[in-house]
């Protein structure tokens, strides 16, 4: 079955140690999200690529970065996680349709110590 | 980014009974999804609806698109204990990939 794949499902990580988060998808869907989601509530977007073509919120702190080496996976590094960090970090992925309907993966529950 | 209010916010309800949640903008969107969430999980897409006007019935679950696609309703007839979670809804417009969420809907329905 097509579907959005995130690894690990769950990821402790210190204070300040850098951490990767994966998400690979069988769709071959063209737009690739991030978001971040805490306790109940919605989805915040922090960036998508549509392609190669990133695009990054105004207001998604740099301490959140993302590549996307080929259409299938896409990587969230977070370089210096803080205690505010900690949450359910979801991908996502559309067709080339503007305003489509998004395909979300299980989530990455990230811990900070 | 365009707004989206849902409501209500938290719904709790017996086995049996009907519930309806309501999502409300003053935007036009191109579609409109909603998703239920289960907690420790990721958003699952329940429906898409495109056209003004439009219902969708999926089992016990009604979806409505406003006529001028600007609000939709989810109902949902003898809930279930497998109904309880998260339910968001989410508009796309046209000008970009990016979607509207609402700040979600917390359904328990208690057996």
């Known amino acids: 079955d097509a579907m959005v794949i995130q690894n690990p499902r769950y990821q402790v990580t210190q204070f300040g140690k850098p951490v990767t988060l994966s998400c690979s998808q069988t769709?071959?869907?063209?737009?690739m999200y991030w978001y971040q989601q805490k306790s109940s509530q919605a989805p915040k977007l922090l960036f998508h690529y549509y392609d190669k073509d990133f695009n990054n919120e105004a207001d998604t702190p740099d301490n959140f970065q993302s590549r996307r080496p080929n259409t299938s996976f896409c990587f969230l590094d977070i370089r210096s996680p803080g205690l505010g960090d900690a949450a359910m970090y979801l991908c996502?992925?559309?067709?080339?349709?503007?305003?489509?309907?998004?395909?979300f993966g299980p989530g990455t529950r990230l811990l900070v110590l | 980014t365009q707004l989206l209010e849902q409501s209500p916010q938290f719904l709790s309800i017996q086995e049996g009974e009907n519930l309806t949640v309501y999502c409300n903008s003053s935007?036009?969107?191109?579609?409109l999804q909603w998703y239920r969430q289960e907690p420790g999980e990721g958003p699952v897409l329940l429906v898409t609806v495109v056209t003004g006007g439009e219902v969708k019935k999926l089992k016990r679950l009604t979806f409505q698109f406003g006529d001028a696609r600007k609000d939709s309703s989810l109902h949902i007839t003898a809930a279930q204990p497998g109904d309880t979670g998260l339910y968001l809804c989410a508009g796309g417009a046209q000008v970009d990939y990016k979607l509207s969420f609402g700040a979600g809907t917390t359904v328990t329905v208690r057996a």
């Open positions: 996502a992925t559309s067709g080339s349709l503007a305003g489509g309907s998004q395909y």
């Open positions: 935007s036009v969107f191109s579609s």
């Open positions: 769709l071959n869907h063209n737009v």
